[in-house]
Every structure is written in C-alpha cells, then in structure tokens.
C-alpha cells in the first residue's frame, strides 16, 4: 500500500534549489555560446534536454527505496570495476585519453559512474562496521582498498582529476564515520609524503599544469593561455559586472573552454562580484541542505549515502571554482548544474535524487 507520507514529506526546498542553479547556467551557457555560428551553437537547448532527463531519472529514483541499494552495493561497485578495467581493452581514445566505452548511442565513462558506486559501496561499508572510538589504521584496511583500486584505475587512464575527486569523496566519508587521532596524524604525515613522491609518477602534461598554475605568465600564449584570460574575465567583472550578454572575453573568444569548464568565468565577468556572492550563496545552501539530510537520515545507511553526495558536490564546486580563479591547477573538473555536459548533468541529478529519497524517507522505521 502506497504511504501518502512519501509525498508529504517530499523535498521540494532540495528540488526548487536544485532547478535554480541549473536554470542560472542554462542562461549563462545562451550567453557564453550564442556567439556561436549556428551549426556549434544550441548548446543551452542540449542542457535543457539533459536537466529533463536528470530531473526524470531522479523522481524515477524517488519511487524505490534507497535501503535496497544496501544490498547491490558491492555489486555495483564489481561490476564498474570491470568496466573500468574493460576501457583498457575496449576504450575509446580521444586527445590522448582512453576514458569512454563505445556503446553506439553513447560514449559511457564509467569513471564518473564511480563516483556514486564508491559512495554506495562505502556508506554500506561504513554502517555495518563502526568500532567505538573511531576507526584504527588497521580497520581502515577495508574502505582504503574499495577506494584505492578505482583511484588507481582511473589515474592510469589518464583522469587525475576524477581520480582526485574520487579520493576526496572517500576520504570525506571516512572522516565522517570517524579516524582516531593517531591514525589520522599518520595518515596526514603519510599523504604529504605521498604528495610529494607522487610528482615522479605524473604525466608530462600533468606536471605541466602544476607548474602552469605555479606561474602561469611563463607560457602566456601557451600552457598559461586558459587560466590568465579567466582571471581576466574574473576580475574585469569588478563589483555588478557588464552586463548579461555583455562580457568580452567570452563573445570574443577570448576565454577557451567557457561553456564547460570556464563556464563561471563567463558568469563572473557578465554579474560581477554581487552576482558571484549570490551563486555561490546557492551553492553553499544546497551543501548545507544535504548535510541537514544525512543528519535527519531514518538509518545510518542513509546518512552516510547523503554525506557521500553531499561530498561530491562540494568537491567539484571546491576544485571548479578555485581553478578558474588561479587558486588551484586546472584538472578539468565542471561545475555542478552550470557546466555543459550530460554525463555530468546526469551524474548530478542521480546523486540529488538519492538525497530527495533519503529525504523524503526520513520518517520510515
């Protein structure tokens, strides 16, 4: 029998916040591409069709209980391990990268599938193992072996900033459900070691975009070309911006990549510092919203699956915003909701639709 409490206690704060800050980037994306010649443009109408379809598949999710992922989680988590194994074999190359599965109507990444398989399979991880006084070094064993094995596979790639994104994930988690103090001075100890070893196993374009960000005048019309002319766009945008439609450096292309990546470039130049505070004001709403969802949570499963997609979103909005602004190197990392791209959107809108079903399920025993 249906429970009308379902939709009672649907959360339409989560939905409206969500479709605001996608509408705000669909109009941003109409500003930044309708330069365009006619054959690349459109690009605002391929958005709308992937939020309709992200905002179909997440109230589809809504309909079946979050608690029965408890049980396919290690199932999800096998099988996108061999997928990402099978991009090795069967993967598709583009610039250099082989990141995708060639299925004939879709090129699937199952990197970014990962990103919510590995908050599956952790929250499940999490909530049937919590020792008293946190987790030890050995007792971490298990969720560092989950998470290392897809961190690897997918930097082998080469995707360091998904691998990246993964890890942070993981690790946010982890923090959560709680490290004692010993293990987590070792593991801070152990990670800045790993940091600085980890430079002689990057790529050469890797340390290339590491020194970029360093000094990007070294290389203006070069390696430093993207990250000077978004800092330009950035601050020419001063206190109330230009004007929508206005901005420079995007209608004369000046600013590379700025429907996907530089997509808030776009927007800081045309809005200013005023339109910036309120975007980010969003931003910051929607990630304290979900971590207000893991804490009303009916189960720790639920809990810990809501700070997992709450992690999510905070890293891209973390690592996307301090890219475009010289704070962090460029990795490739979009922003969530604002950035062009449907395996993003649709990446997006899966996680929110787990937060509406922890949401609405709150008050099941």
Same mark, same amino acid.
């Given at each position: 029998? *249906?429970?009308?409490?379902?939709?009672?206690?649907?959360?339409?704060?989560?939905?409206?916040?969500?479709?605001?800050?996608?509408?705000?980037?669909?109009?941003? !994306?109409?500003?930044?591409?309708?330069?365009?010649?006619?054959?690349?443009?459109?690009?605002? !109408?391929? =958005?709308? @069709?992937?939020? %309709?379809?992200?905002?179909?598949?997440?109230?589809? !999710?809504?309909?079946?209980?979050?608690?029965?992922?408890?049980?396919?989680?290690?199932? *999800?988590?096998? @099988?996108?391990?061999? !997928?990402?194994?099978?991009?090795?074999?069967?993967?598709?190359?583009?610039?250099?990268?082989?990141?995708?599965?060639?299925?004939?109507?879709?090129?699937?990444?199952?990197?970014?599938?990962?990103?919510?398989?590995?908050?599956?399979?952790?929250?499940?991880?999490?909530?049937?193992?919590?020792?008293?006084?946190? *987790?030890?070094?050995?007792? &971490?064993?298990? #969720?560092?072996?989950?998470?290392?094995?897809?961190?690897?596979?997918?930097?082998?790639?080469?995707?360091?900033?998904?691998?990246?994104?993964?890890?942070?994930?993981?690790?946010?988690? @982890?923090?959560?459900?709680?490290?004692?103090?010993?293990?987590?001075?070792?593991?801070?100890?152990?990670?800045?070691?790993?940091?600085?070893?980890?430079?002689?196993?990057?790529?050469?374009?890797?340390?290339?975009?590491?020194?970029?960000?360093?000094?990007?005048?070294?290389?203006?019309? %070069?390696?430093?070309?993207?990250?000077?002319?978004?800092?330009?766009?950035?601050?020419?945008?001063?206190?109330?911006?230009?004007?929508?439609?206005?901005?420079? =450096?995007?209608?004369?292309?000046?600013? #590379?990549?700025?429907?996907?990546?530089?997509?808030?470039?776009?927007?800081?130049?045309?809005?200013?510092?005023?339109?910036?505070?309120?975007?980010?004001? &969003?931003?910051?709403?929607?990630?304290?919203?979900?971590?207000?969802?893991?804490?009303? @949570?009916?189960?720790?499963?639920?809990?810990?699956?809501?700070?997992?997609?709450?992690?999510?979103?905070?890293?891209?909005?973390?690592?996307?915003?301090?890219?475009?602004?010289?704070?962090?190197?460029?990795?490739?990392? #979009?922003?969530? &909701? *604002?950035?062009?791209?449907?395996?993003?959107?649709?990446?997006?809108?899966?996680?929110?639709?787990?937060?509406?079903?922890?949401?609405?399920?709150?008050?099941?025993?």
């Amino acid at each position: 029998m *249906f429970d009308r409490r379902l939709l009672t206690h649907f959360d339409w704060l989560l939905l409206i916040l969500v479709l605001l800050i996608a509408a705000i980037g669909i109009g941003n !994306l109409y500003s930044a591409t309708s330069a365009w010649e006619a054959r690349v443009g459109g690009v605002y !109408l391929r =958005q709308i @069709a992937w939020l %309709g379809f992200g905002v179909t598949l997440a109230l589809a !999710l809504c309909l079946f209980d979050y608690r029965r992922l408890i049980h396919l989680s290690f199932f *999800f988590y096998a @099988a996108n391990i061999l !997928l990402l194994v099978a991009v090795f074999v069967i993967g598709k190359t583009i610039m250099g990268a082989t990141r995708w599965i060639d299925l004939g109507f879709f090129n699937l990444q199952p990197s970014e599938v990962m990103k919510l398989v590995i908050i599956m399979a952790l929250a499940r991880y999490f909530s049937e193992n919590a020792p008293y006084g946190g *987790f030890s070094l050995k007792e &971490l064993g298990g #969720p560092f072996l989950l998470l290392g094995i897809p961190v690897l596979l997918v930097a082998r790639q080469p995707d360091l900033g998904t691998a990246l994104l993964i890890l942070f994930i993981g690790l946010s988690m @982890a923090l959560v459900a709680g490290i004692r103090r010993q293990t987590l001075l070792f593991l801070t100890l152990s990670g800045m070691l790993g940091c600085w070893g980890g430079w002689y196993l990057l790529h050469d374009y890797q340390r290339q975009r590491i020194m970029t960000f360093l000094d990007p005048e070294h290389d203006p019309l %070069g390696a430093g070309y993207h990250i000077i002319q978004s800092k330009i766009a950035v601050g020419s945008g001063e206190f109330f911006g230009k004007g929508f439609m206005q901005g420079t =450096q995007s209608r004369l292309s000046f600013l #590379p990549e700025r429907h996907t990546d530089f997509a808030f470039s776009v927007f800081a130049e045309e809005w200013g510092f005023t339109g910036c505070l309120l975007l980010i004001g &969003l931003y910051l709403l929607l990630v304290l919203w979900g971590l207000y969802i893991a804490r009303r @949570a009916a189960d720790r499963f639920g809990s810990y699956l809501a700070v997992g997609v709450t992690a999510m979103l905070f890293w891209h909005i973390v690592v996307n915003l301090g890219m475009v602004i010289g704070l962090l190197p460029v990795v490739g990392v #979009p922003l969530p &909701l *604002f950035s062009y791209g449907g395996t993003s959107m649709v990446t997006t809108m899966v996680g929110v639709g787990m937060l509406l079903n922890v949401s609405m399920r709150r008050f099941v025993f």
